[in-house]
Structures are given as C-alpha cells and as structure tokens.
C-alpha cells in the first residue's frame, strides 16, 4: 500500500522560501510519476509540478523559474524547494503518485496515491 506523508509547510512572509518534502513508502512499481498539487482557499485543485524516475519533470507557468521540484530515490522522498514565494502561494500542498511516466499538463484525476497534504500560508 502506497503511503505519502507530507511535512515542510509553515506560514511565511512574501519572498520567503519553503521546502516540502513528501516520505513515500509501498512504491513497489518501476517507476512512478510523483507530483504536487495544491488547493488555494475557495479555489480548485491545480498541479504544481511533477517528476518522474526518469528525471523529467515539468511546472505550472505560475511557479516557473521559482520552485524546483527533486526527489531522493534512496529516500523514497521528494522534495519541492519553493522560492520567492507569493501571497497567492497560499494553499493546501498535496503530494500524489501514481505509475509510469510524467506528462504535461499534469491531472489530478490521474494519481491515485494522495497524502494527507502540509498547509502554506505567504503574507504580504
């Protein structure tokens, strides 16, 4: 059984940085596309920014040259440094998994390993 267990978020003023990072346990499959979602008060799920085994990884426009997703496979852990982060960061961080290949654009609906997600608040 896969399990994602999130840990990092935190509350932070504007042009702060966070790093989250993402302990998996039971991936048990070849590889795995591994990403992060996030959900804004009020607002719907978006993808933030996946990886897979294979190194490829790809980002939403609006944290392009500001987050820089990794993973450490020894770790069985995955990481998302976020840098000159904005009050419209605010959100609900979730980790997912689901097999194969990373694809653009990332949907949620395709994961099917979800963790329990790490808040971040950015204020201005």
Same mark, same amino acid.
């Given at each position: 059984?896969?399990?994602?267990?999130?840990?990092?978020?935190?509350?932070?003023?504007?042009?702060?940085?966070?790093?989250?990072? &993402?302990?998996?346990?039971?991936?048990?499959?070849?590889?795995? &596309?591994?990403?992060?979602?996030?959900?804004?008060?009020?607002?719907?799920?978006?993808?933030?920014?996946?990886?897979?085994?294979?190194?490829?990884?790809?980002?939403?426009?609006?944290?392009?040259?500001?987050?820089?997703?990794?993973?450490?496979?020894?770790?069985?852990?995955?990481?998302?440094?976020?840098?000159?982060?904005?009050?419209?960061?605010?959100?609900?961080?979730? &980790?997912?998994?689901?097999?194969?290949?990373?694809?653009?654009?990332?949907?949620?609906?395709?994961?099917?390993?979800?963790?329990?997600?790490?808040?971040?608040?950015?204020?201005?």
């Amino acid at each position: 059984q896969v399990h994602l267990v999130e840990s990092g978020g935190g509350s932070v003023q504007a042009g702060g940085s966070l790093r989250l990072s &993402c302990a998996a346990s039971g991936l048990t499959e070849s590889t795995y &596309c591994m990403g992060w979602f996030r959900q804004p008060p009020g607002k719907e799920r978006e993808a933030v920014a996946g990886i897979d085994r294979g190194g490829y990884a790809t980002y939403t426009d609006s944290v392009k040259g500001r987050f820089t997703i990794s993973q450490d496979r020894a770790k069985n852990t995955l990481y998302l440094q976020m840098n000159a982060l904005k009050p419209e960061d605010t959100a609900m961080y979730y &980790c997912a998994a689901v097999a194969g290949w990373c694809y653009a654009p990332m949907v949620g609906g395709r994961f099917l390993h979800w963790g329990q997600g790490t808040q971040v608040t950015v204020s201005s």
